[in-house]
Structure formats: structure tokens, C-alpha cells
């Protein structure tokens, strides 16, 4: 009985330190200013496609919290204890493809009232899913690139 007791005690004390571990990490990786909330897919099917225009599933879509930092976008997923960006994106290679409202089970895998950003990025299709604040201000930044840079914006 004081065995189990004990177990139950340790099990639930881990679960509690790994729960406070997210939230500090998050808290660590906000400290510095300039972050949204923002889903990413990966690998992207083509606008085109059939898995992209007729059967939008909520596949592949991870949710995160990007992070600007000087001329490169870095984000990180929100269910890991990793301390380091799980994708860096130069703001010179990401171009704008075109935006679009979520549609069928993507409703459901995204927070609502997303807007889904598709991007091309060293010729890797990615979408961004994030709120009209944070797409104003990425897009935004996508513009206020330094002189010299080749900035492309839909």
C-alpha cells in the first residue's frame, strides 16, 4: 500500500515538473519580444493538387510559436522540450504563394479564426496558419526587408 502510494506520488510529481518545464520553456522563448502563435505543414500539397483543393484533411499541421529574430523567422513547436528552433526561415528565400481561409477538417487541427499563409521556401511548399494580427504583422515584416533584398509578397 505505502508502495503504491509512493509510486503515485512520484508519477504525479513527474507529470507536474514536465507540465512546469513547458510552460518556463515558452516563457523563456517569449522573453525577447516578437512572438505569435502559428501553426505549420510542412512539405505542403500544391494548390493545385488534389490533396490540397478538394480534400483539405487537417493533416500535418503543428502548432507553434515563431519568433523574429533579426532577418530570419525562428519556430518552434509548443510540445517539446527542446530548447532550439525546430525550423529557421531566412526572410530573403520565404515568398508569398497566396492566402486562404482554412477549409474542411483544417477547421478543426487550427485555432479559429486562422488564416492559412501558403509560402515557398528554397523551393519547400510551407503554410502558415495564424490570426489576422499576426498575419499583418509577418507580412509587415516580410516588407520591412533592407534595402537590396528581393522581397516577394502576394
Known sequence: MVLALLVSGVVIG???VGLFVF???RRLIQRSGGTFDCSLRWNAPEA???EAGTDPSGKGWIYGVARYSADRIEWFRVFSYAP???RVLERSAIEVLSRRAPQGEEELALLSDSV???CLHQ???LEFAMSDDALTGFLA???AAPPGQRV???
Open 152 to 154: 516577394n509578397v502576394a
Open 116 to 118: 492559412v499563409l501558403s
Open 84 to 86: 532550439r528552433p525546430r
Open 141 to 143: 515584416w516580410l516588407e
Open 48 to 50: 493545385g493538387s488534389a
Open 123 to 125: 523551393n519547400t511548399r
Open 14 to 16: 513527474l507529470a507536474l
Open 23 to 25: 510552460g518556463l520553456r
